[in-house]
């Protein structure tokens, strides 16, 4: 089961994944109170804080959670510097300055289980050089590397327009269809070609 809470400003999508008693945070933004109550309802436990990428608007919330569940964050290995540089996070000059070192790094293919809840990451570099996707069953959670009516943007720190093409190619030609969680917006369905 997936649950959607719309956090901050900027209006980001974070999700809780859970089955059972097991519950995954996918990028907390900001709100740490109003995750941690959806949380509280759902009456599960958080295993772990997964962040597709780096940026102010989709970790605000991770320490939070993390201090208040002990669950671990996780980020791609690409991504660990953002996380603790506020110019490259984006929160720099921002009411709450973020830096903090995630407790462990995944990479480009890694697969991570917690309870009946099965996780796969794909590095998709474009909008940051660390950006990932996250697979979960036929559940495809994008951040900001996809929209349902675009893409992420690539004039950010770190971001690359050219990789951003090669990592959208990427998703096209994945063989399988996927319901699309994006980190912004609206839901969306990606279709296998042919």
Known sequence: MIK??????????????YS???AVVIDPGCEAEKIMESI?????????????HGHYDHIGAAEAIREKTEAPIYCSSEEKEMLMNPELNLSEGKKDIISFLPDKVYSDGEIIRFGELEFKFMLTPGHTSGSA????GDNLFTGDTLFSNGYGRTDLPTGDAHQMWVSLKKLLSLPENYNVFPGHGDFSCLKRRG
């Open 133 to 136: 996707v996250i697979f979960q």
């Open 4 to 17: 959607r809470i719309i956090t901050g400003d900027l209006e980001e999508n974070c999700y809780i994944v």
């Open 40 to 52: 509280s309802s759902l009456g599960a436990n958080v295993e772990a804080v997964l962040l597709t």
């Open 20 to 22: 059972g008693k097991t």
